[in-house]
Structure formats: structure tokens, C-alpha cells
């Protein structure tokens, strides 16, 4: 399933599963991701996917253990038990949060309220949580244009914005610096801070949900 694999330090290995981010790939990382959770190998500390990539942390005691593994998953070409969830997320697409729509709407060709829609049809794949506690990256967008980061990013983002760069969008978690193009905001939390672990998870999916400014400040109180 993986293509290579190196060791990035004494106590992980990194498996490379291509260069490309897409659904098909991102499932391979999720699959090795699930499977290792599942198994709950004890010398495994850590287990971290992203796009097309996936880190081990490992006791250094059972390095021998930890490759005869990777050898294992390997072999590994699917595995069927993926608990995933797919999450509605109401979102505010007014302009008061959607700082950025000029620049979607130019990128895109498009304008602001056929965006809208078409961000609001999209079933998301939850590829991979990362930059601070809690934040997904999400796509893919059916889109082939390109939209870039901001030029200059921006101090202070709200928590809850929603922003989007090329064929991916973010959630902010808490408020932050950031340079993606800001298209809407929701009221969803994104990390439990009880059990310390985050709403969304990879693998999972989302489907947003477009709503009035009114609703999404009653949902805020």
C-alpha cells in the first residue's frame, strides 16, 4: 500500500504513500492509520496521518518488533473496518465572515452565491488533523483553478472561521494566525476539551450546512 518508508529518528518511521493528495491515497493512509489503533500495539507511542504520509513513534526497545510490522502493513492492501462518521456543519456564509469571497469569486469564475452552493454540496473528506489541536484539513473541492494563499497572512483569525486555499478547505479551531482565504464561519467545536481529543476525525467526512446570519448568531448564545 505504502511506497517507501524511512526512519526519521531513533523512535519513528515514515511511510510515504505518493506525492498525490486525493481520496484513494489519503484512504490508504487511513486504513494503515485505523488498523494500528485498532491493534493498540503497545511499543507503538504515536500514530500521526496526513495527506499521503503516515509517522510512527515507537519504543526504541522493540525497533526489531516496529519493522517486521512495516514489513506487515505492507503486505496490508485494504482493510475494511474503518470507522468513519459524517459530520453536518452548519456554516454562515454572510460577508461579515466571508472576508475573502472577491477572491474566490475571481479564482473560481464564479460568483459568491454559486460558490456557496457548491461548497455547500460537497461531501468532504476529513484527510488529516494538524497546525493546532482540532483542525481538519478537508477536500476535495471539484474545482482545477487555483487559489493561493494570502499574500499576507493575516495576525488574527476568529475561531469557527472557515477558509480555503486551491481544492481544500480548514476550520480554525481557536482563534489564530493564518493565511487562508476566509469564506464563512460556524458555531461547531472542533476539540473536546474533556476528553481531550478532537470532533473530527481522519477519515470521517463533512457536509456543510449554509445559514442565515440570525440563525448563526442564535446558535452562538
Known sequence: MFITYEQTSEQSYLLDYGEDINFITNKKVISHFKYLLKKNYKYILNVVPSFNKLLIVFDIEFKKDIEILIKKLKSIKDYDEIDSIQHLISICYDEEYALDYKNVENAFSMDFDEFINFHSSTIFNVFMIGFMPGLPFLGLLSVNKSLPRLENPRISI????????????????????????????????????????????????????????????????
Request: aromatic fraction near 10%; charge should be positive; avoid cysteine.
Open 158 to 221: 476568529p475561531a469557527g472561521s472557515v477558509g480555503v486555499v486551491d481544492n481544500l478547505s480548514v476550520i480554525y479551531p481557536n482563534q489564530s494566525s493564518g493565511g487562508w482565504n476566509l469564506i464563512g464561519k460556524t458555531s461547531f467545536n472542533l476539540f473536546n476539551k474533556h476528553t481531550n481529543k478532537p470532533t473530527l476525525n481522519p477519515g470521517d467526512s463533512v457536509k456543510f450546512k449554509s445559514i442565515t446570519k440570525k440563525e448563526f448568531i442564535e446558535n452562538e448564545e
